[in-house]
């Protein structure tokens, strides 16, 4: 029964080579073309005319010592393809470096890989490599182009490129479609406690930015228990950023937090996300505001929100220094994708019509390219109370119920119009 055994997974481990070695085929095929080489030519003193057509179709089986001479006489570089033993090793560091957010081993691995032109699990490896990298543009360019090889995936591959999509449309702020690819692991084999917990973190992040608190939390502390287990303690430490950032989305507070040792397994610009985070809370605002560097990303908001806090005291020197600043950053429409010194101008002059319109030509756009939910409340307050205050009662209703309608379809929830309380919603007076 042992041998049986034994015969099965070495049976197993074959087939799946074999499988994963199935793209080198159409790249022989690729490359022979490009030579204006027949197959004939190619197989002579190699291998049978059959053989290879058969190969370059992937219905033959593997026969290393014929790759490694069609390889050498088609002059195709072994740096340009990967054996399927060490394919499989690459892919599954690369999900476990996803998994801790190591970055550093990350990016070591996928150098050694960079000349290879196609490799199906290498493929998958290279998006989860974007994802954990924040390259929105081209983990969705990948993303998109792996779909196309479904078929080619085993259900190790196909958890794998699920959990690195679901990861990119994270990146780039499509929360409802991320939840969509997360929900179907609940149709497929995934019994692995480092993929429950990535999973449930993933969902922590969807549900926190569309406003479902309850789903965030629960999920959150599903992946925070596996993460103790495993002392992933970098996911842990973003857990503990995301809370944060949720409780404030919440209730415009910020969390209690006895302990913020998390920060030290935090990057620069995570950092500044947190003092940003406390500052919106009314915590030391302007303290934490200088702790943010002028080289990241959040130092624009960080110049608005100083200029906002001190709207009161707006002929003050620091007031007028921050808003030049802004003003100077703003010039450039790469360095700020919102003109925050237009809008600190139209508050300061109190010119709210104009600043109504601002906000829904501008700000409300981007509210929903972000998919936040958050900011979307916030706008659509603002923006009612503008219209409420002109009394323009049928405009802010009609733009409150249109946006909860966004929102309910965002969350996925079915809410017949009757049931909207515009006015309690939004707290408006």
């Known amino acids: 029964m042992i041998h049986k055994l034994i015969m099965d997974v070495e049976k197993r481990n074959q087939a799946t080579q074999d499988f994963y070695l199935g793209g080198l085929g159409l790249l022989v095929k690729k490359r ?10 190619l197989a002579k003193g190699i291998c049978s005319n059959t053989y290879l057509s058969k190969f370059e179709n992937n219905a033959a089986p593997i026969n290393n010592e014929f790759i490694g001479l069609i390889m050498e006489k088609i002059e195709l570089g072994y740096d340009s393809v990967i054996l399927p ?19 550093n081993q990350f990016e070591i691995m996928m150098h050694s890989v960079k000349q290879v032109e196609f490799a199906i699990l290498v493929d998958i490896a290279r998006l989860g490599y974007y994802v ?4 929105q543009n081209e983990a969705n360019e990948l993303s998109e182009n792996l779909y196309h090889f479904l078929t080619s995936m085993d259900s190790k591959a196909l958890n794998a490129f699920m959990i690195f999509s679901a990861a990119s449309k994270i990146l780039n702020h499509r929360y409802d ?4 690819i997360l929900e179907l692991f609940k149709k497929l084999d995934s019994h692995n406690a480092d993929l429950v917990g990535i999973i449930a973190y993933q969902k922590f ?7 479902l608190i309850n789903q965030s939390r629960i999920n959150a502390e599903e992946a925070r228990s596996i993460f103790v287990k495993s002392k992933n303690y970098r996911r842990l430490a973003l857990i503990d950023l995301y809370q944060i950032e949720f409780s404030y ?13 998390f920060l030290e397994l935090l990057n620069q610009d995570e950092k500044d996300r947190f003092y940003l985070l406390l500052a919106l809370g009314k915590e030391n605002s302007f303290e934490n505001l200088m ?23 707006k002929n003050s020197s620091d007031f007028l220094n921050y808003k030049d600043e802004l003003y100077q950053i703003c010039l450039n429409p790469q360095h700020s994708r919102v003109n925050y010194h237009h809008w600190i101008v139209l508050m300061e002059l109190g010119a709210y019509h104009d600043l109504r319109s601002f906000l829904l030509t501008h700000i409300l756009p981007l509210a929903y390219q972000y998919q936040s939910v958050f900011l979307l409340k916030k706008i659509t ?5 503008f219209s409420f205050t002109n009394k323009r009662y049928k405009d802010a209703l009609y733009e409150i119920i249109n946006i909860e309608s966004d929102i309910a379809k965002l969350q996925n929830i079915k809410k017949p119009i009757g049931m909207l309380n515009p006015q309690s919603a939004y707290d408006i007076e």
């Open 381 to 385: 307050k603002e923006i009612a109370s």
């Open 177 to 180: 479609e991320a939840l969509k």
């Open 85 to 103: 033993d060490e394919m499989i090793e690459i892919f599954e560091k690369a999900l476990d470096y996803y998994i801790r957010d190591d970055k």
């Open 249 to 261: 989305y919440e209730s415009e507070t910020i969390i209690n937090y006895n302990n913020i040792s």
């Open 291 to 313: 702790k943010i560097s002028k080289n990241s990303k959040y130092y624009v908001e960080s110049l608005f929100l100083n200029c906002w806090l001190r709207l009161n005291e």
């Open 32 to 41: 022979r073309m490009y030579l204006n080489m027949t197959q004939e030519t």
């Open 132 to 135: 954990t990298l924040g390259n």
């Open 205 to 211: 992040i969807c549900y926190g930015n569309l406003g």
